[in-house]
């Protein structure tokens, strides 16, 4: 089973792309802190896809915090200097908030709106 759920904060301003065939999405990472005796943090590279990146650029932010559920991706790739790079990405299949309204800053002034939504399965955690 290939399933991860973390709660954290998002570490970079949102970029959503296009892929050739229309399908939007984003990488960014996510920060975790750990528990402990000393804070410590880890930083885990995130991709989400269709309408969970859309969900993602429209209402959150660097430094929101979320819970992110999804599955691991492994890949490797050659970097400029030939050596390989092994790497892991959470791909997010359901993101959620963290926080109360005011606890942050909002990205967009809408986000009252976002409790007025009629069709609720057009919401990418629906």
Same mark, same amino acid.
């Given at each position: 089973?290939? +399933? ?13 792309? !296009? *892929?050739? !065939?229309?399908? !939007?999405?984003?990488? /960014? %990472?996510?920060? +975790?802190?750990?528990?402990?005796? =000393?804070?410590?943090?880890?930083? &885990? /590279?995130?991709?989400? &896809?269709?309408? %969970? ?9 660097? $430094? *929101?915090?979320?819970?992110?559920? $999804?599955?691991?991706? *492994? ?9 390989? +790079? /092994?790497?892991?990405?959470?791909? +997010? ?5 963290? =926080? ?13 709106? &976002?409790?007025?939504? *009629? ?8």
């Amino acid at each position: 089973m290939n +399933v991860v759920c973390i709660i954290g904060r998002l570490t970079r301003d949102i970029e959503l792309k !296009s *892929s050739t !065939s229309g399908t !939007s999405y984003l990488q /960014n %990472s996510i920060a +975790v802190d750990r528990k402990g005796k =000393e804070k410590e943090t880890d930083f &885990f /590279n995130i991709s989400a &896809f269709g309408k %969970s990146a859309e969900f993602i650029e429209k209402w959150l932010h660097k $430094g *929101s915090k979320v819970a992110i559920t $999804g599955h691991l991706q *492994s890949g490797s790739y050659t970097d400029k200097n030939g050596n390989k +790079v /092994n790497s892991v990405t959470i791909i +997010v299949d359901q993101i959620d908030f963290c =926080e109360a309204k005011g606890e942050t800053t909002e990205k967009k002034d809408d986000v009252a709106d &976002f409790l007025n939504v *009629s069709d609720i399965s057009e919401l990418p955690f629906a």
